[in-house]
T-cell receptor, first 109, second 114 residues
Framework: TQLLEQSPQFLSIQEGENLTVYCNSS?????LQWYRQEPGEGPVLLVT?????EVKKLKRLTFQFGDARKDSSLHITAAQPGDTGLYLC?????????FGQGTTLQVKP | NAGVTQTPKFQVLKTGQSMTLQCAQD?????MYWYRQDPGMGLRLIYY???????DKGEVPNGYNVSRLNKREFSLRLESAAPSQTSVYFC?????????????FGSGTRLTVV
């Protein structure tokens, strides 16, 4: 069974700081997705990475997929209070999406 | 707006009571899923349905049953609720074979069992 490990679990930073969230597995990912979840809502897809070494940018968010496709990172530049939420990585090697434990991000004004 | 609709949004049950959580999607997706979310544990798959007429167990199926009523609807039933089933439940859907395109989630049902 593939397990996804996310770190850190909690992150509290000041507005304007940079941060990185990691997602790791002992198995190879066929693809990996990052979701953001706001309080009281379901997760919303941010990005899917498929190719080893791939880098995708979404405004201030940069997503990297490791060359061996066993790890991924999410980097946020100049975090804003609106970035506050739960960030989840997910992978669906078996056609069913499994998730890491999530990283709770709090950005203080 | 197109998407996944879950009802009810909130529910309190007494131990031993039964209830059904409803989920409907209007995106013509083949695959549907039920997850539960508990603090520090991310989302764990309860049951899924790859297509109309089929259902399979996920990671944590004990204490639950599901019905794929038609292509649009996928319900989750708790026959005899237990306090350990206090959680937030999410329904999701995806296009079969296109899981990399992402899942669409509902806004959740917050269930408390006392």
């Amino acid at each position: 069974t593939q397990l996804l490990e996310q770190s850190p679990q909690f992150l509290s930073i000041q507005e304007g700081e940079n941060l990185t969230v990691y997602c790791n597995s002992s198995s190879v990912f066929s693809s990996l997705q990052w979701y953001r979840q706001e309080p009281g809502e379901g997760p919303v897809l941010l990005v899917t990475v498929v190719t080893g070494g791939e880098v995708k940018k979404l405004k201030r968010l940069t997503f990297q997929f490791g060359d061996a496709r066993k790890d991924s990172s999410l980097h946020i530049t100049a975090a804003q209070p609106g970035d506050t939420g739960l960030y989840l990585c997910g992978s669906s090697n078996t056609g069913k999406l499994i998730f890491g434990q999530g990283t709770t991000l709090q950005v203080k004004p | 707006n197109a998407g996944v609709t879950q009802t009810p949004k909130f529910q309190v049950l007494k131990t031993g009571q039964s209830m059904t959580l409803q989920c409907a999607q209007d995106m013509n997706h083949n695959s549907m899923y039920w997850y539960r979310q508990d603090p520090g544990m991310g989302l764990r798959l309860i049951y899924y349905s790859a297509s109309e007429g089929t259902t399979d167990k996920g990671e944590v199926p004990n204490g639950y049953n599901v019905s794929r009523l038609n292509k649009r609807e996928f319900s989750l039933r708790l026959e005899s609720a237990a306090p350990s089933q206090t959680s937030v439940y999410f329904c999701a859907s995806s296009e079969a074979g296109r899981e990399a395109w992402g899942y669409t989630f509902g806004s959740g049902t917050r269930l408390t069992v006392v």
